[in-house]
């Protein structure tokens, strides 16, 4: 069992800079493929970024791409998303998961099989 917790959301200006954090219990979190997605009101869950096992490859949606940053550190028990020159439809919540990592890249809702409760995100123009 993983237990997942968000933090660092809040309201920035378009062209600013954010950071997620995203802390998991448990011992085994260096076995889990991390991923970010996001949701908007009404929308469906999208995928943001993924990172593997050791941190040595990552995935990025084309709508984040030289913009987000994933990254993790195995002996914090911690996933990051640094999030640079923000747009106003960045603007949802965002949650971070854990998956086993049995595809690359791991794109789909479907791969995870533990989830945060979401932080939200509000860009303004």
């Known amino acids: 069992q993983v237990q997942l917790v968000e933090s660092g959301g809040g309201l920035v200006q378009a062209g600013g800079s954010l950071r997620l954090s995203c802390a998991a219990s448990?011992?085994?979190?260096?076995?889990?493929?991390m991923g970010w997605f996001r949701q908007a009101p009404g929308k469906e869950r999208e995928f943001v970024a993924a990172?593997?096992?050791?941190?040595?490859?990552?995935y990025y949606a084309d709508s984040v791409k030289g913009r987000f940053t994933i990254s993790r550190d195995n002996a914090k028990n911690t996933v990051y998303l640094q999030m640079n020159n923000l747009k106003p439809e960045d603007t949802t919540v965002y949650y971070c998961?854990?998956?086993?990592?049995?595809?690359?890249?791991?794109?789909?809702?479907?791969?995870?099989?533990?989830w945060g409760q979401g932080t939200q995100v509000t860009v303004s123009s």
């Open positions: 998961a854990a998956g086993t990592g049995s595809v690359w890249p791991p794109r789909g809702l479907y791969e995870y099989d533990y």
């Open positions: 990172i593997s096992w050791s941190g040595s490859h990552t």
């Open positions: 448990g011992r085994t979190f260096s076995s889990y493929v």
